[in-house]
């Protein structure tokens, strides 16, 4: 509840204001039965006695006018409560997604990405709900229950501590349910990121599915994931659910002894016939008011719940703190020095193990090996989406972890193999929000060989893409990442297996491009194609994340078996 509570920090005035009309509304409904009760046992026998009937039009517009007020004080306060959710949500949910896009690749990796979305979505819809919900009803309930019982005890004393004698047992019910039903929820969101993930899955790869005719499979997947969600949400809804049928049941209970006890009265002539009739509308009251409260505690414990996981990512330590360390390479280049990794921090299961190498301004660096070698591990920890478990990585004669990482990530232009086409505009997906001008974004498209078939499309620069560019084909969607990344003035271009959907001549075209026109650029290219890094400056060889070959495209043919053997594979052999 911390969170919830720093969040609606900023609106306690608002919220306060908007409880002090929600309190005027509910003592104006709380004074209309006992305005009643005073009509049928006073006013009503005056006015057979005089023939007058002011007093009646009185007391009768006294009771309109508090039926206006309660039901205009109402809907003020309960639009100031959503206006207060809304807002807390809003500024939740942005410093919610700006945490996410600050978490270190480590970080995603514990979560999981379907977790996090669970979290954008359906645990802040959860906390908006409880907001709400507990500024509507969270004052007028207890209001109703203890102003209620006051009046009644002015009405009927006696009757009044019939009703209060049920008040006990249906707190000690709300409480006992409620610390059972807490935990249960917090469960059925963890169930729900499981059933995310299998749904993110099985959309990203429907194509896989129906190709190999795995739709069944999938479908009893998904089920799986479904049938936990729902046992989960049943139990934790079962569990809440108990509270509704003891409460009533103790309610029902007050109501019928209210009855009798207070039919016994009339005939004694202890109170009167207007007090017994305002006390049930009273009972009602409440009843609906301990009904309420009891939906409250199931929206609490759902809020609870999700706060909990909302807060865990939010605060999450940045594991990628900007360090003062001195530099001990030469200005002006990339160096890896004696670079090992680890996903799980264990030095037993090395993903890169002892990399080291050095690369001048302008050099290209080509990067090649099996899948699984350690490629993209090593473009991950360049870009710092994760820090090394071991060794340092410099540029411009810098660790990397000197640099804030704003400032090191705007050093590279980056296209990964199967990076993301956004619903948006051609232009927008080359500029992406680098208010780059018309001339940067068409030569980047030239030179990505990809303005002929942009220029084809209904708005050419404007076309808006489909969702994931999926009225693009792959390799279109390849060039236009490529032209992303060949966009900015960035001082490092890194090409994360970037050509494989492109045919040989358009990749040749593409490097032939670069080399003409991103002179002075230092360049990285990950690649599974041999002829695609044959020209690069220096070559590393990966196997199982280790450096077996570095050097030229001669020199790893005169001393690096692997590399022959990919080069005979690809080649045929032929040196080109």
Known sequence: ???????????????????????????????????????LD??????KLSGSMNSMIFWSLMMLLMAILARNFNVFANRKAAEVSKNTIFILRNDLFKKILHLSGKQTDKVGIPSLISRMTTDTYNIHHAINMMQRMGVRAPMIILGGLVITATLDPVLTLVLAGTMPFIVAVIV???????PLYGKVQQSIDVMVRTLREDVAGIRVIKALSKKEYEKKRFEKANVEVSDKELLASGVMAASSPLINLFLNMGLTLVVIVGAYRVNAGL?????????????????????????????????????E????????????QVEKLLGSASNNRLEFKNVSFSYQDDLDKLCLENVSFTLKPGENLGIIGATGSGKTTLLNLLMRFYDVTEGEIYIDGKNIKSYPLQELRQKFGVAFQNDVVFHDTVRENISFGRDLTDEKIVEAAKQANAYEFIMDKEGGFDHVAAI???????GQKQRMLVARALAGDNGFLLLDDASSALDYKTDAYIRKQIREHKKGITTVTVAQRISSVMQSDLILVLDDGAVIGQGTHEELMETCETYREIYKSQMGGVNN
């Not at 608002?14 to 006992?34: H, N, Q, S, Y």
């Not at 994931?468 to 792959?474: E, L, R, Y």
Request: hydrophobic share 55%; proline share 3%; net charge positive.
């Open 1 to 39: 509840m911390k969170l919830i509570f720093k969040y609606l920090k900023p609106y306690y005035g608002r919220m306060l204001f908007g409880l002090f009309v929600k309190i005027c509304g509910t003592v104006a409904e709380l004074f209309m039965p006992w305005i009643l009760a005073h009509i």
């Open 42 to 47: 006073n006013v009503i026998p005056e006015t």
């Open 176 to 182: 006992v349910i409620s610390k059972k039903g807490i």
């Open 271 to 307: 109170t009167q016939a207007g007090k017994i009739v305002a006390f049930l509308t009273y009972f009602t009251m409440i009843s609906n008011a301990v009904i309420a409260i009891n939906r409250i505690f199931v929206m609490f414990s759902k809020a609870l719940a999700s706060s």
């Open 309 to 320: 996981r909302v807060g865990l990512v939010l605060d999450a330590e940045d594991n990628l």
């Open 468 to 474: 994931k560019g999926a009225d693009f084909s792959g």
